[in-house]
């Protein structure tokens, strides 16, 4: 499995498996800080700096964000 960069720790140890029950959520962690966030797979976007579809919506505990799993960058939207 390929792994990203973790948006925590900026390790390369950030990797998603799915959850059986609900498809459309993805679940990543990071084996290194155990960061974990969720993503939903219908909500998927054009990055607007590497323009690739490759944009998507992440939630943890404290805070929704557009997280680009090609460039890496990330977009806050809500902190709840
Ligand atoms: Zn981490
Ligand atoms: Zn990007």
Known sequence: MTTQICLKCQEDSFSWSIDDEDKLLTQW???????????NESDQRICSNCKKETESKL????????????????KITKVQ
């Not at 990071?30 to 966030?37: E, P, T």
């Not at 939630?59 to 990330?74: I, P, V």
């Open 29 to 39: 962690g990071c084996n290194k800080c155990y960061y974990q966030a969720f993503e």
């Open 59 to 74: 939630k943890d505990d404290t805070k929704n964000y557009w997280w680009c799993s090609n460039c890496g960058t990330k």
